[in-house]
């Protein structure tokens, strides 16, 4: 008999590359550490300020007629100056929002509404962030009966946010909300990754605390 020979198979590098890659194929969703996780924007809800914007300029139009010659003939300087006004309130107002949005840090959580309202809250200072069910009208504006603060363009995927030390707000002068309400697109993402972050500065049960009876 033949002693055997010893047979050497080549791979194409092709295949030993997709073979090292298998398990990185897309669709794969791979845990990121915490301390890895630097900070997300969320938006809010903009169909609001749209509608605001539309409205706006619709009024912004009839007031250069009335301040034209044919009405209150106006000089060009008086006219131009109360449009000018008018034109930054709506700049402010209506299109500012839809430069800003909500956002998580690690160490802060940032609430926005356009350019005319921005809170930053330390995570520490947070007590609980937990899906709220209320049917609130929509604007910047505080409870009459009860120290909280709705900062809202929906009625929809509102979150509240609960503070261990109330704060205080120079556009409601100087009141103190101990709750936030604001609305987001994606709220239960939202709400999942500002727990995540208050994990770190929940205090931990005492061992003789956390024994069943």
């Not at 006219?79 to 107002?93: C, D, N, R």
């Not at 101990?178 to 770190?200: C, H, K, M, P, T």
């Amino acid at each position: 008999m033949k002693e055997g020979k010893a047979h050497m198979v080549r791979v194409p590098a092709h295949k030993i590359e997709s073979e090292e890659h298998e398990e990185t194929k897309p669709g794969i969703r791979l845990t990121v550490p915490e301390d890895r996780i630097l900070s997300r924007d969320f938006s809010y809800t903009k169909k609001l300020f749209l509608q605001r914007l539309v409205l706006q300029i619709i009024l912004m139009a009839l007031i250069a007629i009335l301040l034209s010659p044919v009405f209150l003939n106006l000089d060009l300087p008086a006219t131009a100056a109360v449009l000018g006004l008018y034109a930054v309130f709506l700049v402010v107002s209506s299109i500012s929002p839809f430069l800003t949005s909500h956002t998580i840090t690690p160490d802060h959580l940032i609430l926005r509404q356009g350019w005319y309202f921005k809170v930053t809250i330390p995570i520490e200072n947070i007590d609980e962030i937990e899906e709220s069910d209320e049917f609130p009208k929509v604007g910047v504006k505080f409870a009459l009966r009860q120290s909280k603060l709705y900062v809202t363009a929906s009625r929809y995927g509102l979150v509240r946010i609960a503070l261990k030390d109330a704060k205080r707000f120079p556009l409601a002068l100087g009141k103190k909300a101990e709750e936030i309400v604001v609305d987001v697109e994606q709220a239960s993402r939202f709400i999942e990754l500002g727990n995540i972050f208050l994990e770190r500065y929940r205090e931990p049960i005492p061992a003789s605390q956390d024994q069943s009876f």
